[in-house]
């Protein structure tokens, strides 16, 4: 992402540098409508940037969130996992052969 903030800049100027030599031997009309167009570019560009940087942080955002819950989950099971262990080392029944079920 830090690669698309540091070219915006130089693509602009670009853009500009470009629209201005291709005026000097234009007429004034399409001197505007170049002017304007690629200041809809800038516009697009930067919006378009700011969108993908959103989207980035809604990504990490939700990766968090994924981790949180899977070590949540590994928990759990490990819990789990080791309650059933105990009730076997203790040699009491598991609970899948009691006689109240």
Do not use: W
Not at 36 to 44: C, I, L, R, S
């Amino acid at each position: 992402m830090k690669l698309i903030f540091r070219k915006a800049p130089l693509f602009i100027a670009t853009l500009l540098l470009l629209s201005t030599a291709a005026a000097a031997g234009t007429e004034p009309g399409v001197v505007v409508k170049v002017e304007k167009a690629v200041e809809h570019g800038v516009k697009a560009g930067a919006s378009g940037v700011e969108r993908g940087a959103k989207a980035a942080g809604r990504g990490i955002q939700r990766g968090a969130q994924a981790a949180a819950s899977g070590v949540k989950r590994g928990a759990k099971a490990t819990g789990k996992a080791a309650r059933s262990v105990a009730r076997k080392v203790d040699g009491s029944p598991s609970p899948s052969s009691s006689p109240d079920k």
